[in-house]
């Protein structure tokens, strides 16, 4: 199972988790597979996103959609 993991605030694509670790592409084909937690400041709007598990990642988004239903 992947999940794209998104800025909170501008929406840019982070990376990808695919189950306990998180795959981070960069431009000229450098890739990288790290463990979570992962911390990243998006390059587009410079906010910081944390990133705990693949389980919290989905009760987050699970989260956010009820908060924007209310
Ligand atoms: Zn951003």
């Keep these: 199972m992947k999940h794209q993991w998104r800025c909170r605030r501008c929406g840019k694509l ?4 695919e189950q306990n670790r998180l795959h981070i592409q960069f431009a000229r084909g450098h890739q990288y597979f790290v463990g979570m937690p992962a911390t990243s ?3 587009g709007c410079k ?3 944390e990133l705990a598990t693949d389980q919290e990642l989905r ?3 699970t989260n956010i959609q009820s908060q924007l239903q209310n």
Excluded: S
Excluded at 14 to 17: F, M
């Design 14 to 17: 982070l990376g990808i988790v």
């Design 47 to 49: 906010t910081l996103n």
């Design 59 to 61: 009760k987050g988004n």
């Design 41 to 43: 400041v998006c390059r």
